[in-house]
T-cell receptor, first 114, second 114 residues
C-alpha cells in the first residue's frame, strides 16, 4: 500500500527566502508523485508531477521538486517566497496501474512573513 | 474549457438525514473521483467512477455511495448523517485512460452536520 508523510504541518518563511516542503513516500511499485496547492475555500490545484524520466520536475509559480528514489523523497522547493505562496500544500502518490486514486499526505500550511 | 463544477457549494443538514452531492467533470473526462477532507483525517479517497462503473473504493462505511451517469456527471450520497461526516467533499476528474494523470479538482461542497 502507498503512503505519504509530509514533515512539518506548518512551515513559516520570510518573503524572499527559500521554501522547502518535505515529502517522503512509501510504495511497493514505481510511483507517480504529485504536489497540489490549496488556497482558502478552494479546491486543489496541481503544482507539478513526476511520472517517469527526468527526476527534477519544474512546475507552476516557480516551484520545483526532485524525485530521489534512494531516499523515497519528493521535496518541493522554491528559491524565493512570495506573499501569494501562502497556502496549504499536499504531496500525493498514485500507482501506475489501476484506478485514479491519490493517497495524500497530511498537508503543510505555508506562512510567508513580510 | 469549463472546469469541474460541484453543487451545492454549502450544505447544512442534521444528524440522521441524507444528502446528495453533485459533480460535473471537465468535458471529455470519463473518470470522477471523490475525496473527503477534514482537519483531523486530511484528504481521504472515497471512490472513483469510470464509464458509469465504480472502479475503486476507499475505506468508508456503506452509508457513503455514489453513481455516475452516461454523461459522466457523478453524484455521491451519504445516508444517516453523523456529526463526523462534516467535511469538505471534493471531486476530481481525469480522462481516466492512463496512469499518472493530473486530477482536476472542483471547489468542493462543504457539508455541515448539526
Amino acid at each position: 500500500a502507498q503512503s505519504v508523510t509530509q514533515l512539518g504541518s506548518h512551515v513559516s518563511v520570510s518573503e524572499g527566502a527559500l521554501v522547502l516542503l518535505r515529502c517522503n513516500y512509501s510504495s511497493s511499485v514505481p510511483p507517480y508523485l504529485f504536489w497540489y496547492v490549496q488556497y482558502p475555500n478552494q479546491g486543489l490545484q496541481l503544482l507539478l508531477k513526476y511520472t517517469t524520466g527526468a527526476t527534477l520536475v519544474k512546475g507552476i509559480n516557480g516551484f520545483e521538486a526532485e524525485f530521489k528514489k534512494s531516499e523515497t523523497s519528493f521535496h518541493l522547493t522554491k528559491p524565493s517566497a512570495h506573499m501569494s505562496d501562502a497556502a496549504e500544500y499536499f504531496c500525493a502518490v498514485s500507482i501506475i496501474q489501476g484506478a485514479q486514486k491519490l493517497v495524500f499526505g497530511q498537508g503543510t500550511r505555508l506562512t510567508i512573513n513580510p | 474549457k469549463a472546469g469541474v463544477t460541484q453543487t451545492p457549494r454549502y450544505l447544512i443538514k442534521t444528524r440522521g438525514q441524507q444528502v446528495t452531492l453533485s459533480c460535473s467533470p471537465i468535458s471529455g473526462h470519463r473518470s470522477v473521483s471523490w475525496y473527503q477532507q477534514t482537519p483531523g483525517q486530511g484528504l481521504q479517497f472515497l471512490f472513483e467512477y469510470f464509464s458509469e462503473t465504480q472502479r475503486n473504493k476507499g475505506n468508508f462505511p456503506g452509508r457513503f455511495s455514489g453513481r455516475q451517469f452516461s454523461n459522466s456527471r457523478s453524484e455521491m450520497n451519504v445516508s444517516t448523517l453523523e456529526l463526523g461526516d462534516s467535511a469538505l467533499y471534493l471531486c476530481a476528474s481525469t480522462s481516466g485512460l492512463a496512469g499518472g494523470l493530473e486530477q482536476f479538482f472542483g471547489p468542493g461542497t462543504r457539508l455541515t452536520v448539526l
